[in-house]
């Protein structure tokens, strides 16, 4: 008897221990390097987790012959079936990287789907021109117009974001959008990263993530840059317009240590199609090491430098066309030039196995100089209306977040709170009529701008059985200070502004191929700090009401579909028009729309993928018909067809489409929508690989950036509204040869 009720009770305590037993470990890949968000899952108890940035996961509740399935998109699965000796220490996992197959992907193991299948079109389809960068981001549109040194216009969800007014962008957690900026509120020049060094593209649309706040409205962009590189590359490419693009990616450590340092050089020279040549040149020089402290920790390092000169051709009315070309030029003293220099520190901390410590610090400093002309001989007939803006900044900031994680039997829930600081020096910022780049005429505009931002926010995670819940709040607390040079006396002004935002997002995980999910939260944007003291404060952080409902659904292993309604509200504004230096009320305005996007993997070799966007966008302050946004997109498409490593090809064809849509308040005007074509293919032998990429494959004729302007020309007697342009590229061939070694 006695024997008995010891086997039972070792059986129970046995038992208890496999219900109970705790795996750690650490998932790796063939270099060493840690990887995250690797999804581990127990199959015989259901539970899953994910690996941190260190590459280190916690899986509860495991027994003895259970197996574990470790993987993600890029490398190959393992299965492990649990024995004594896994249970007792920690794991070591290394994963084999293979061509990502959208075959693999399982929602319920996912982290981020949204993000993970962004990260599916960046391998299937790499990026490798700055302007192909945001347009990764499914539903977001861009539009260049002066010469390729401006930041890119944003089209978005129904939004004309101008440069960058309604969308949060960063870069390894700095910031890319400039408050109280020269040329316009939220301006967001991309042009400092080079394409081959971005790891990964998170994003999110709506206002609904609380570690994001100004800006964050329609959605929100985050780069992250790579730790290593596996191997050093050469390239150069060549074609139309005298357009040459060189690059140099260099690994300066030894990537088995721990340790990886690597240095990246782009240089571009690029005249456009333009009569004028548009002359731009562009360099890029970046930086960055990364190391693993004590195995848990991460450091990483990363200083880069670009600079960017130019000269545009400017906008054309369309009256004259036929007397200059679409090429021509009004003024073809337009242009400008940019620099950037940025040093980010970034360190993961593990406090312990529940707990963890992000932070960054970061400065930039930048520089700006733009001309342009919009008007031509408008507002004055002798010199012409040529602007100038410039300004001298000085970025200093931090981000800090505190993730922890609890176990409440039948709740999992994660806590994440975070604390951060950016702080903006602008000198010397000027709005200025000019002659020809060399003469001042009239300071318009002049002075020194101080703006700050401290937040906080707290987010909370509750996973409990198919549902997460995620509730959170932010704080953001603003101090806005200008100084006017203009004035005779010295004059700083100084207004404070806070705003809180609460968030509350739901998600189902009806099985392993469907997953539903409700947003709904409130974002802002800051106005320009010129508008808050002229306003005296008032309406100067408009805030965002916004809610998704939509579904993300794999109905069979190569299909996958991801659907999104959703409606947006956004508050009365006063809007400081960086080009004329006044100030303008926005009105209150709606936008609700319907987004779609196909992926289909058709076999290991071709990846098909596509994203619609549908958009009604309407201003409520206004009459009916009379109530349109300008510019505001209301269909949009874009995606194409991928090539992946089949006998040494690679290559694809990819389409962007939107149409015609007002370009005034009651739609009399309006702006050319357009289809364009762009091809490009890959033959790797050995070590080298040879490009060709094609442009505008069919050669169409369209106008990339349009606007309703009121302009008159040096010899009319009456101003002329109508639509100004820049017109797209026509076709353009370019040929490229790359070397790995």
Request: overall charge negative; proline content about 3%; hydrophobic content about 35%.
């Amino acid at each position: 008897m006695k024997t008995i009720l010891l086997m039972l009770f070792l059986s129970i305590c046995t038992f208890s221990q496999a219900q109970t037993s705790i795996i750690n470990g650490k998932i790796k890949d063939s270099f060493n390097q840690p990887i995250e968000n690797a999804y581990v899952y127990n199959s015989n108890s259901n539970n899953h987790t994910h690996t941190l940035e260190n590459g280190v996961f916690i899986l509860k509740n495991n027994s003895i012959g259970d197996t574990l399935t470790i993987g993600i998109l890029g490398f190959q699965e393992r299965k492990i079936t649990l024995k004594n000796e896994d249970l007792e220490t920690n794991l070591s996992i290394t994963l084999e990287s293979k061509v990502f197959n959208l075959q693999e992907l399982v929602l319920t193991n996912e982290f981020n789907p949204n993000a993970t299948i962004t990260k599916l079109d960046l391998e299937s389809n790499p990026v490798n021109s700055s302007q192909e960068i945001l347009r990764k981001v499914p539903g977001l549109v861009i539009g260049q117009h002066a010469g390729g040194g401006k930041a890119e216009q944003l089209f978005l969800r129904g939004f004309d974001i101008d440069h960058g007014t309604d969308i949060s962008i960063s870069v390894d957690g700095m910031p890319v959008n400039m408050v109280s900026h020269a040329h316009g509120q939220g301006y967001s020049d991309l042009h400092f990263v080079i394409p081959e060094t971005i790891k990964n593209i998170n994003f999110g649309k709506g206002p609904y993530n609380a570690t994001k706040g100004d800006f964050n409205t329609a959605g929100f962009v985050d780069f992250s840059t790579k730790d290593n590189i596996d191997n050093n590359k050469i390239s150069i490419g060549i074609g139309d317009f005298n357009s040459i693009r060189t690059l140099g990616l260099f690994n300066l450590s030894d990537k088995k240590d721990n340790q990886n340092m690597y240095t990246a050089i782009e240089y571009i020279e690029n005249d456009g199609p333009f009569i004028s040549p548009q002359n731009f040149s562009r360099l890029n020089i970046m930086t960055k090491y990364s190391t693993l402290l004590n195995d848990t920790d991460k450091l990483s390092l990363t200083a880069s430098h670009f600079t960017s000169n130019w000269t545009a051709s400017g906008q054309i009315p369309t009256r004259v066309i036929d007397s200059i070309s679409r090429f021509g030029s009004i003024d073809d003293t337009e242009g400008g030039n940019t620099s950037r220099t940025n040093f980010n520190i970034a360190h993961s901390h593990t406090i312990n196995d529940n707990e963890r410590l992000k932070t960054n610090v970061f400065y930039t400093h930048y520089d700006f100089e733009l001309y342009s002309n919009f008007t031509f001989f408008l507002d004055d007939p002798i010199n012409g209306d040529q602007i100038k803006q410039k300004e001298d900044r000085n970025i200093f900031g931090f981000n800090t977040q505190l993730v922890k994680n609890k176990d409440y039997n039948t709740i999992y829930a994660t806590y994440t709170s975070g604390l951060g600081l950016r702080h903006d020096i602008s000198n010397k910022n000027e709005l200025s009529h000019t002659l020809n780049r060399k003469t001042t005429l009239d300071y318009l505009k002049y002075g020194n701008i101080y703006q700050t931002n401290l937040y906080g926010f707290y987010s909370a995670e509750f996973e409990i059985g198919k549902f997460k819940i995620n509730p959170a709040i932010r704080f953001d607390y603003f101090k806005f200070m200008y100084e006017n040079k203009l004035s005779s006396e010295y004059n700083l002004e100084s207004k404070t502004k806070n705003i809180f935002s609460p968030k509350l997002n739901i998600s189902f995980s009806q099985n392993k191929n469907s997953l539903w999910f409700l947003k709904s939260g409130i974002g802002f944007h800051s106005n320009d700090t010129r508008v808050v003291v002229s306003k005296n404060g008032k309406d100067i952080l408009p805030k965002a009401y916004g809610v998704d409902f939509g579904n993300i659904w794999k109905p069979t292993s190569k299909l996958v579909l991801n659907t999104a309604f959703w409606y947006l509200l956004s508050e009365q504004e006063f809007v400081y028009v960086g080009d004329a230096g006044i100030v303008e009320p926005s009105g209150k305005s709606q936008r609700f729309g319907l987004d779609l996007g196909i992926r289909y993997q058709f076999n290991d070799y071709l990846y098909f993928d596509t994203d619609a966007t549908l958009t009604n966008a309407k201003n409520l302050d206004l009459p009916s018909r009379e109530n349109y946004i300008p510019l505001a997109p209301d269909f949009t498409v874009s995606g194409g067809l991928s090539l992946n490593n089949y006998k040494s090809f690679s290559g694809g064809i990819r389409y962007r489409y939107i149409d015609d849509r007002p370009a005034n308040e009651d739609n009399s005007i309006n702006a050319q929508g357009y289809l364009i074509t762009d091809f490009n293919l890959n033959y790797t032998f050995g070590k080298t690989t040879i490009g060709i990429a094609i442009e505008n494959l069919f050669d169409i004729e369209w106008n990339e950036t349009q606007f309703a302007t009121e302009s008159r020309l040096s010899y009319e007697s009456q101003p002329v509204e109508e639509i100004h342009f820049t017109p797209g590229t026509p076709f353009y061939f370019k040929t490229s040869i790359n070397y790995a070694f």
